[in-house]
Antibody, heavy 117, light 105 residues
Framework: QVKLQQSGAELVKPGASVKLSCKTSGYTFSTSYMSWFKQIPGQSIEWIGMIYAGDGGTGYNQKFKGKATLTVDTSSSTAYMDLSSLTTEDSAVYFC??????????WGPGTMVTVSS | DTVLTQSPALAVSPGERVTISCRASESVSTLMHWYQQKPGQQPTLLIYLASNLESGVPARFSGSGSGTDFTLTIDPVEADDTATYYCQQSWNELTFGSGTKLEIK
């Protein structure tokens, strides 16, 4: 069965960076797309960007260009998202989700990122 | 970006039929998808491409619409359907509606 496991909660200081992971199993990761999302508790969901595991090609929401960098490691079937120059506005839950056709059929449980001094 | 507008909240009794609407600011053809999110959990896919039921989702859920107006229907509603429901379009960029919080009385 398809599973997406995300890394644990992060508490980071303003100005720092953080790297989140999404380890997959149960399907062929190397020929799939993965998307990442931001959700502030109580608010809607924002799409950050997408990566194709086959060649590492990426597409980003303009709002998150320069903030998020998506990468993959096909040897471990894991997707990563780097978030840089963090501010309190980046405090949120971040999800990964498999993206078969510009919609999202399996989601990870999310990683809470708290930016605080 | 395409803006998706949803009514903020609905309250219905178990066994009733409920329709949740989503209006797009421009035509998205049938590139509309629906998700359910329970508190503290990740979203789950219910309907893709406007009317296709995702595998494993109960047949009580159905979707319809095209262009700018879309509907998610739950019939009959059960207590476990308490959640926030989001529409998402894939016509351009990828955007979500603000969500409709469904309360079961």
């Amino acid at each position: 069965q398809v599973k997406l496991q995300q890394s644990g909660a992060e508490l980071v200081k303003p100005g720092a960076s953080v790297k989140l992971s999404c380890k997959t199993s149960g399907y062929t990761f190397s020929t799939s797309y993965m998307s990442w999302f931001k959700q502030i508790p109580g608010q809607s969901i924002e799409w950050i960007g997408m990566i194709y595991a086959g060649d590492g090609g990426t597409g980003y929401n303009q709002k998150f260009k320069g903030k998020a960098t998506l990468t993959v490691d096909t040897s471990s079937s894991t997707a990563y998202m780097d978030l840089s120059s963090l501010t309190t506005e980046d405090s949120a839950v971040y999800f990964c989700a498999r993206t078969p056709n510009w919609y999202f059929d399996f989601w990870g449980p999310g990683t809470m990122v708290t930016v605080s001094s | 970006d395409t803006v998706l507008t949803q009514s903020p909240a609905l309250a219905v009794s178990p066994g009733e039929r409920v329709t949740i609407s989503c209006r797009a600011s421009e035509s998205v053809s049938t590139l509309m998808h629906w998700y359910q999110q329970k508190p503290g959990q990740q979203p789950t896919l219910l309907i893709y491409l406007a009317s296709n039921l995702e595998s494993g989702v109960p047949a009580r859920f159905s979707g319809s619409g095209s262009g700018t107006d879309f509907t998610l229907t739950i019939d009959p509603v059960e207590a476990d359907d308490t959640a926030t429901y989001y529409c998402q379009q894939s016509w351009n960029e990828l955007t979500f509606g603000s969500g409709t919080k469904l309360e079961i009385k």
